[in-house]
């Protein structure tokens, strides 16, 4: 189970970790905040919940998700063994299912009909709507209008689950945006709905409880690495945009001493250039949605634009329990680039025939580059979060596969033939 | 209530207005006192000021000057469409403070107490300390935080203190009363209530909670309580007159100077001071 208090050594179970996190909300949502951190806390302690939580996680998501070797991949990365933690094989297509199948049972506990939550690339908004059509809760889904536009089938995806997707054209338009107009909806509803949000950032309880519904990632992965390998790895490396697959794998982790943790972060076209999702390598102290973390912002406070050619890494702030992980040395954090990313993305496609989601290929990236540092010795644990069925689009552009006009030209054609001779045709 | 029995501050200009004692003349008016939000740079940093002081010429008793910010979760779209263009026009926190310093040296009838309201991630930037050394300095007479809780001001409470400032901190209809408590005691000037659950903007009709609201915060201990959230009438700011001490109306004031300049939010002022000035009892 995945909702026990197991990090004690750290003592992180919110508020703070060290001097991060906190509530920076408005006050209105103080009482809901305390309600959630109180039914949370009950149902942690509740074998009941966890029992139902348990059930769903291995006959709705499949758990435990697989642990696959990748030997032709691995020949790239200086000969050191390399293991995926497929969470891309989970229902839905990514780990956001753990956490949303969580909450959603929570919501139910509190007696809440309707859920909200943000969404970047479209992976957690999916997995909402799809919890939501399980429980029979009403589900609305804010989204950037930049993003809706370049997810539209992710956007498809959830109205087809009956979730509502309401496109947020202030601000940036993009996933910052999407999680401010989230927290609107919350303080005006907040008697009947609740919101899932996708990450381990934003207020107290929300970092320590959907790390704790993640946890099971790690737990599963590190008994895997045990008996396959027959000791633990030496790195444990996942990409960080919020954080939430990245502390889910982590966390099993943290006691053990000798095991490297690796946090990957989008660094677009390069932290130098400033035009970057790199909140730890490249942010400072700051308060962005409701907690105090390392964000990306000017002199005067103001949230920057953050840059990345992965939707699901695009985000100026990081989860408060990373911005102490990184503080404390028990983590590293290493920036990613756009170009990287994507070179890590072709390899696994060409080499183990399996097509990562973008945000996982910065996780790739970084075993790649540390498993060279390790030699033929070392073995790295990497998470792959998320499947890249939705990226496809956008990688075939990157790696000239197709031209936007031949993209544009044979949508164009499959939009205006009857559907009797499209069906099928698409995925 | 811990405020302090003085209503003023000393700067070294001299005696620093606080809204306190607005409020306080205002209710020896017999009447509730009308506060103001309009963003700092909107429409511009000069034609903020001089609308601003129109306004107080027209009736404004308080001044609540909006430092612009990137992620206004609290705000509705008005307000929020408001702070992007005082941003886009490069509003820095320099240019704030500099408006409160015209503002609060403003010719008497054009003068009146001037709160900042700012969200938390630009004061924490800034460092809390300094921006009330600057802020005090400036003339401003305090801080209104809607997204800073009590119990997670220690840095602020010791800077306002330490000069002097004002600080007011939201109640919402969902506060429990041990909260209501804990806020109205962090307060100092005055405590706003936010009439509804949800974020700025004109309604309709005022939250039905606000006056309870009003009056359970009172119980806890608050000695004058402003609401806020959805005034945008005579008629509303009259009805809310009947039960709080100030009148606070944002949304309305920035629509009217959006749309028709300084002489449509004179005019709005004017209706909304007749308001304030005849509460429905």
Redesign the interface.
């Known amino acids: 189970m995945t909702a026990q208090p197991v990090f004690e050594r750290f003592g992180a179970r919110g508020p703070y970790f060290g001097e991060f996190g906190g509530r920076f909300v408005p006050e209105a949502l103080i009482a809901a905040l305390d309600e959630l951190d109180a039914e949370y806390t009950r149902a942690a302690a509740d074998p009941a919940f966890a029992a139902e939580l348990e059930r769903l996680q291995r006959e709705y998501t499949g758990r435990p998700s697989i642990l696959t070797e990748v030997p032709r991949f691995a020949e790239h990365a200086g000969g050191a063994r390399v293991l995926l933690k497929r969470e891309d094989l989970n229902h839905t297509g990514s780990h956001k299912i753990n956490n949303v199948l969580g909450q959603a049972l929570l919501t139910k506990r509190m007696g809440k009909t309707r859920v909200i939550a943000e969404t970047g690339a479209g992976q957690h908004g999916v997995a909402t709507a799809t919890a939501a059509a399980l429980m029979g809760l009403e589900c609305v889904v804010y989204m950037g209008k930049v993003d809706t536009e370049r997810q539209a089938l992710n956007v498809a995806r959830m109205r087809l689950l009956g979730a509502e997707v309401v496109p947020v054209s202030t601000g940036t338009a993009t996933l910052k945006d999407a999680l401010n107009e989230a927290f609107r909806d919350w303080v005006a509803h907040v008697d009947d709905t609740h919101y899932v949000l996708g990450t381990v950032a934003g207020p107290h309880p929300f970092p320590a409880m959907v790390r704790d519904f993640h946890r099971t990632i790690g737990v599963e992965a590190r008994a895997q690495v045990l008996d396959r390998v027959g000791r633990l790895p030496d790195v444990v490396a996942a990409c960080v945009g919020g954080g939430s697959n990245a502390i889910g794998i982590f966390h099993a982790f943290i006691e053990d001493e000798g095991v490297r943790l690796l946090g990957l972060e989008a660094a677009g076209d390069g932290v130098e250039t400033g035009r970057h999702a790199a909140s730890i390598t490249g942010g400072v102290s700051g308060v962005l949605h409701g907690a105090r973390s390392l964000v990306l912002q000017d002199d005067d406070g103001q949230t920057l634009d953050s840059h990345s050619i992965s939707a699901g890494l695009d985000y100026p702030g990081v989860g408060p329990e990373h911005a102490f992980l990184a503080s404390t040395g028990r983590a590293e954090y290493r920036p990613v680039t756009d170009a990287e990313a994507m070179e890590a993305f072709g390899l696994l496609c060409r080499t183990e025939g399996i097509i990562p989601a973008i945000e996982s290929a910065h996780a790739l990236a970084g075993a790649l580059r540390v498993g060279r540092e390790l030699g033929p010795d070392g073995v790295v644990l990497v998470n792959l979060s998320g499947r890249g069925d939705k990226d496809v689009d956008t990688a075939a552009r990157w790696f000239g596969l197709v031209s936007d006009a031949d993209l544009v030209a044979s949508e164009a054609e499959r939009v205006s033939a009857p559907v009797s001779e499209t069906e099928g045709s698409g995925w | 209530m811990s405020a302090p029995t003085s209503t003023t501050g000393s700067t070294p200009s001299g005696t620093r207005l606080t809204s306190a004692s607005a409020v306080d003349a205002a209710r020896a008016e017999g009447r509730a006192a009308l506060v103001g939000y309009v963003p700092a740079g909107f429409p511009d940093q000069r034609g903020c000021v001089d609308a601003l002081r129109a306004s107080v010429a027209a009736g404004l008793d308080v001044i609540e000057l909006g430092l612009p ?6 705000d ?2 008005v307000i ?1 469409a408001a702070a ?1 263009t005082a ?1 886009r026009g490069g509003t ?2 320099r240019h704030v403070l500099e408006s409160v310093e015209r503002l609060a040296s403003a010719p008497e009838g054009e003068r009146a107490p001037v709160l900042v309201m700012s969200y ?7 460092g809390p300390a300094a921006f009330a050394r600057d802020l005090a300095s400036a003339g401003g007479a305090g801080l209104i935080t ?4 009590p ?2 001001a220690g840095e602020w409470m010791a800077a306002s203190d330490e000069h002097g400032l004002e600080r007011v ?8 009363p041990a ?1 209501l408590a804990s ?1 109205a005691a962090a307060c100092r000037g005055w405590t706003y209530a ?1 009439s509804t ?3 700025t903007g004109t309604r309709s009709s005022v939250g039905s909670a606000a006056a309870g609201l009003v009056e359970a915060t009172r119980a806890a201990g608050a000695e004058r309580v402003c609401v806020g959230l959805g005034v945008s009438t005579a008629a509303q700011a009259s009805e809310v007159a009947g039960y709080a001490d100030g009148v606070i109306v944002g949304s309305a004031l920035v629509r009217a100077l959006s749309e028709g300049g300084t002489a449509a939010l004179e005019a709005v002022v004017r209706d909304l001071a007749a308001g304030v000035a005849s509460p429905s009892r």
Do not use: H, K, N
Not at chain 2, 120 to 126: F, K
Not at chain 2, 146 to 149: G, I, Q, W
């Open positions: 910010y990137s992620d206004p979760v609290m509705g779209p929020q992007e941003l820095r926190i938390w991630a630009p004061v924490l930037r800034y809607p997204d800073l809780v119990d997670e901190f939201l109640v919402a209809p969902s506060s429990t909260r806020t936010a659950m949800g974020v």
